[in-house]
């Protein structure tokens, strides 16, 4: 069995599985899939874009040290949001109570929506089961994403960030197998700014 050295090995095996080329991408329609919030209530999606433009993060989970730095780099900016009518939300597949976790730890001041089903990272076509490989790198440091997940998977969403607006249609997309680079949150402001120009 091949054994990863490096967190740059585990990158090109995700870039190896070919999960961008099935992503959602801007001008397809973003899926209407039921989540679960922390308190383990049932929340449609489309209820979140319906109000106005939405911008939905997929981030991994809690344990993962570079989503904690993307949902904390996204606090400084709830009120350019707010002034362009946008609402964020965060997607992981870990299970409510792990996403409370989460959203407590980190204090964050928008909604964290739970994916255990993962019919979200399905929807958007950016689920992937683990390689053999990332599975032992991940179970060798004590993260067990089948039990963080309650799914008994072994399956992850690449990062992905969308900006979807008030019919269903997704105007951003940013997909990256790389889980250690995520999009500055300033840039997808700047696509808000000119959606309401």
Not at 1 to 9: G, K, Q, V
Not at 26 to 55: F, I, Y
Request: aromatic share 8%; net charge negative.
């Amino acid at each position: 069995m091949t054994t990863i050295a490096t967190l740059s090995d585990a990158a090109d095996i995700l870039r190896a599985t070919g999960v961008c080329g099935r992503a959602k991408r801007e001008g397809d329609m973003a899926p209407d899939v039921n989540l679960t919030d922390t308190a383990g209530a049932p929340v449609k999606l489309s209820a979140l874009w319906r109000s106005g433009p939405l911008v939905v993060i997929f981030y991994r989970g809690g344990w993962c040290s570079y989503c904690n730095l993307q949902l904390h780099a996204w606090q400084q900016h709830a009120s350019e949001l707010k002034r362009l009518g946008a609402a964020l939300v965060a997607i992981s597949p870990q299970t409510p109570e792990h996403s409370q976790d989460t959203m407590e730890t980190n204090a964050l001041p928008y909604a964290l929506l739970s994916d255990s089903s993962l019919n979200a990272a399905n929807g958007f076509g950016i689920a992937y089961t683990l390689p053999p490989e990332l599975i032992d790198l991940y179970a060798s440091s004590g993260t067990d994403i089948p039990v963080l997940n309650g799914n008994g998977q072994w399956v992850l969403p690449i990062p992905a960030t969308y900006v979807v607006d008030p019919s269903g249609r997704i105007r951003f997309a940013h997909v990256e197998t790389d889980y250690r680079e995520r999009i500055e949150p300033w840039a997808v402001i700047e696509v808000l700014e000119q959606a309401t120009r």
